[in-house]
Every structure is written in C-alpha cells, then in structure tokens.
C-alpha cells in the first residue's frame, strides 16, 4: 500500500498536533507505533543511530527540564512529545524521497517552488555537510588542532572548523545557484513533473486522520 | 621510523578494510602506497596519523606506539596533507595559515616565524606571504597544504593523491619540492597515488594494497619493470616502463628515454 507524499505531510502534521491533545498513554501508544512503522520501513545501521541519538537527546531534554525545576512527569511528557513528533519526521523521510516532498509542497500546498527547493536542498546538504565536518576535524587535528580544555577554549578552538565549514558551504551554493540557472530553474519548475494523484489507500489513511483528529473533540463536547 | 605490525582494521563493525598488515617505512624513504579505489591505502595513512586506531595489532611512530595518542599529538612527527586543501583553509593570509599548527603548538613567536618562512621557503611559496589563500591556483594551496604540515617540522609528510586535479606544471612543481624535502632535509615522503608515471618516477619503493592485502613492497623499478602484469591489483604499467622493457633502456622520463633511444639508435637529437 503506497500512500503519496501529500498524505504523510497531513498525517505528520496531524501527529504534531496529536501529542498535544491527546492523553500522555496515547501519545505512548503513537510512539510504539510510529517506531514499529520506521523499523519496517527502514531498519539499517543509520536508522537506529538516528533513534539512538534522538533518545540521548530526549534524555538530555528531560534532564535540562528537571535542573530548570519542572516537576518529573512535566519533564517526561514533554521528553514524549517531543520523541514523538520528531520520530513522525523520521518516519516520514525515511518513507518518502525529498522529491516527492517538495512536489506535494508546490501542488497541494501551494508553496512557492523556490521555496520547496530551498528547503530540499538543505536537507541534501546534511549528508554533505557532515562529512565535510569530519574531514576538516581531521585536516586540522593533523596540524595541531585539538579541542582538549573547557568549554571555552574547546568552543574558541572549534572555529579552525567552523571557517572551513561556512567558507565551502558559500561557495557550495554559489556552485549550485549557478548550475541550476544554467539548467533553466524557475522557468517551470515541477510544472513536468507527473502529479501525484490521491488513490484509495490515500483517501482511507487522510479518513482515519480526520476521524482520529475529531474524536479529542467529540469525546469532550457531544 | 613507522611501523605497522599485524595491523587489522574495519570502519563500524563492517566488513575487514585493512587485513595483518605489516610493513615498516624507515627514515628518509620515498614510498609510492598504491591501490585501486577502496583497497585501503587511505585507511592505511589514515591508521599512521592516528586518525583511527587499529582493531588489533600496533603502530609505531619512531619507535613509540600510537595506540593512546591522538593526530594533534603526532602532527610535529607526521604531517598529513588532505586531498581538498579549501575544507582547511582557515586564516585570512598565507603566513598564517601556515602558522596555525605551530600557534597551537604555543611555540614562540620568533619560532614561528622561522619555522613558516621555512616551510613557505621549501614549497616555493615566500613570494605570496600576504596573499588571501583562498585566491591562490588550485596547485598553490596544495603547495600551501604541504607548507602547513611542513610548519611543524615533521620527518614523515603522508600526501593523498596530492597530484590531483593539477595541469602538469603543478604536478611537476610539486613533485620537485617533495623531491628536494626528500633529498635536501631527508623527510620520509608516503605519497598516496593513482598515478603510475609519477610513482615510477619519483618513488624508491612501492607498497601495494589490494582488498586490504599488502601485495606488494618492494622497489618501484621492480614493479614498474613493464612486463609484470598488475591488472589483477587494479593497477596498470606505465607506458614508459613499457617501452623501456621493450627497448631495454632504463629511463625515467620521456625525455631521457628519447634521448637513450637516439643514443642507442646511433641518431642525433
């Protein structure tokens, strides 16, 4: 069962608001599901590194929240919710090409196509972005970098990395603003590509959203 | 001095990129480490800087063992020069970019400055002290790259595929330059390459990788000997090797095998 891009940015969307609404053991059950679904979809090394990184930062969220006072379960709802939608994200890119993204940004959305393009582009530019990170840590560890000491000459010493960094980030898009005018962008931009059309699959998965979406209210008020 | 004893190593629990290698570069060598794409040749230097560590066996930088250290710690003993030289390029001048490893060494002033006219010096680049690096020619930064390891003194430069993306004068500029640090100030040279003629040319010895196998260490005159065939490393003669074998005249460059050629043939040039 495929459902287009459309229908998972409305099902993202909608967990957002999910978490906020409905009670702490059904966002849990959301969790559950939402890492059953992302398992399924993707289960390589990267995948549960994300996961991974995404509960010592949760872990870290809820420690911070509990230094500044919050009582535990504040601390720990907050910790959820915040699991939760992002892993609605995860879910979502490891499902669906950053294409498709942009496509249902422009036609359903009606997002200008700079704009759609813009927001893929950066997503693109992690990838790259980290390992040019890595590689210039280790260029300049090999003349003499090292980011021993406390948080302030660690946080001075770390713009022998940064400079870098930015420096080829602007000339990277400098790069590919350039390459992209040359190849026409803008003229008609996602206006050749096939739309994507709603089929079945689509239409029970936005009903069932509705439907879960409305139940916080009707169980309050009728 | 470094030396690499049953080295094994793998990124992330992945599969064996380095397989019990052990090999062992004394001072003062010119060594060619060569290899298809994703043999282990980078891993390799990559183990002898300290940027990783090995899964099992040692390594040994002038006879003390790397396992504890990190890169910052070797980087007045090995100096590494990276295939990109802008995702380094840091400070607003030549001069200081060169002095950012002895800044960070706390070395004094007047050391510095001795110390980077020297490296400038060596890679023929004292002319563009102030210069704004980023405006330099792309073989200029590699030059600039070399010049920055050279900052800290080190006996042993790793270049990778230092060569790469140069016209042929800048190739042949900066082969010069390693040549002479090689010669002149008896720096140990482990030049990364894919690069056949210039492997042949300038290197003594030759140590091949192959799937993470050492396959070959030996002398470069002895694998470039143009009848060995190399394709099953990934590797192939050049064509001056073979065209020496098949006149039987030893030469090193175009140059000289035309001029032994006429020599040979009884003909002027």
Wanted: proline share 3%; with cysteine; charged share 20%.
């Amino acid at each position: 069962m495929k459902i287009t891009a459309f229908t998972q940015l409305i099902t993202v969307l909608a967990v957002t608001t999910w978490v906020f609404l409905l009670p702490v053991p059904a966002v849990a059950i959301i969790l559950v599901l939402e890492l059953a679904l992302l398992l399924y979809i993707k289960h390589d090394r990267l995948t549960m590194a994300a996961i991974g990184a995404l509960t010592v930062f949760t872990g870290m969220m809820i420690l911070l929240q509990l230094i500044f006072g919050s009582p535990l379960s504040v601390s720990l709802t907050g910790g959820l919710r915040m699991f939760v939608m992002t892993t609605a994200f995860l879910c979502l890119l490891a499902a669906t090409k950053i294409q498709d993204i942009a496509q249902a940004l422009v036609e359903k959305f009606h997002l200008p196509c700079e704009y759609a393009f813009m927001l893929t582009t950066a997503l693109r530019f992690v990838p790259d972005f980290l390992t040019d990170s890595a590689t210039t840590l280790d260029a300049q560890s090999c003349r003499g970098y090292s980011n021993r000491g406390n948080v302030f000459k660690r946080f001075y010493s770390y713009l022998a990395v940064v400079k870098p960094l930015v420096m080829r980030a602007v000339a990277k898009s400098d790069t590919l603003a350039l390459s992209m005018e040359l190849k026409g962008f803008g003229a008609n931009t996602y206006q050749n590509m096939t739309p994507q059309r709603l089929c079945f699959a689509d239409y029970l998965v936005l009903f069932l959203v509705m439907l879960l979406s409305l139940y916080p209210l009707w169980s309050k008020y009728i | 001095m470094i030396e690499a004893k049953a080295v094994n190593f793998a990124y992330h629990r992945g599969e064996p990129v380095i397989n019990d290698i052990t090999c062992k570069i004394e001072d003062g060598e010119f060594v060619a480490l060569l290899g298809h794409n994703g043999s282990g040749k980078t891993t390799l230097s990559r183990l002898f800087m300290a940027l990783v560590h090995p899964r099992s066996g040692d390594i040994f930088v002038d006879g003390d063992n790397i396992e504890k250290l990190e890169p910052a710690d070797l980087a007045h003993q090995v100096g590494y020069v990276f295939q990109n030289p802008d995702l380094q390029i840091l400070e607003d001048t030549v001069f200081a970019e060169v002095a950012y490893g002895p800044r960070c060494k706390k070395l004094s002033e007047t050391a510095i400055k001795e110390q980077v006219q020297a490296a400038l010096q060596a890679m023929g680049l004292e002319n563009l002290a102030d210069a704004y690096p980023r405006t330099l020619s792309f073989g200029q930064k590699r030059r600039l790259g070399v010049a920055a390891a050279l900052a800290l003194n080190p006996r042993t430069l790793i270049l990778d595929e230092i060569t790469n993306g140069q016209d042929e004068q800048e190739k042949d500029d900066m082969m010069d330059y390693l040549q002479k640090l090689n010669k002149e100030k008896r720096i140990t040279i482990i030049l990364i390459t894919h690069d056949m003629n210039i492997a042949r040319q300038y290197a003594k010895r030759a140590i091949v990788l192959n799937d993470g196998n050492l396959v070959f260490d030996g002398t470069t005159q002895d694998l470039y000997n143009g009848v060995r065939d190399l394709k099953e490393w990934g590797l192939t003669q050049p064509i001056m090797a073979i065209l020496s074998a098949a006149f039987i005249i030893s030469a090193p460059t175009v140059e000289d095998f035309c001029e032994k050629l006429c020599l040979k043939e009884g003909g002027e040039r």
